[in-house]
């Protein structure tokens, strides 16, 4: 299970100066499908293929491992945009903020994105004040929809 809010945030941040001091994965993901969401992912030297159920909260989440090989030919047969991005894992009380940098086709948007435990202590979290909207209940913000369609920054 997946439960998550994500939130935009602002190119003019204060914190966009210091994440070098941060742990930073590179990914990049297709879409198979996108209802319900079938995804392929690289991040950095693993491979997955994912399938999440419907919502944008509170949803069902499965990862499968793939092989580099099997990763690189599904990849082929995804739809739409693939989706690149630096996620730096920025710690924030008992929480770890993925905040996304986006390239290609999308290069320069950012949208952090926080998990936990329960819907009820993600509804209780507050978030810090450098975060822009919550878009957790918009589509649009969704990866898969944004392979889809270009998303008007």
């Given at each position: ?13 204060e ?13 990049e ?18 491979y ?11 949803r ?17 047969k ?40 329960s ?21 649009e ?13």
């Open positions: 299970m997946e439960i998550e809010r994500k939130f935009l945030i602002s190119p003019q941040v914190i966009l100066s210091h994440l070098g001091e941060y742990r930073c994965r590179r990914i993901q297709g879409y198979l499908n996108t209802n319900p969401v079938v995804r392929v992912r690289q991040d950095e030297d693993s997955y293929l994912t399938y999440k159920g419907a919502g944008l909260k509170v069902e989440e499965y990862n499968l491992p793939l092989t580099k090989e099997a990763y690189a030919h599904l990849l082929k995804a739809d739409g945009m693939i989706i690149t991005k630096d996620r730096y894992e920025i710690p924030y009380e008992s929480y770890v903020i993925e905040l996304d940098v986006f390239h290609g086709d999308y290069e320069g948007f950012l949208m952090a994105e926080v998990e936990f435990a819907e009820a202590e993600c509804d209780a979290f507050l978030p810090p004040e450098w975060f822009g909207e919550d878009v957790t209940g918009k589509k913000y969704s990866n898969s929809f944004m392979s889809e369609n270009k998303l008007r920054k």
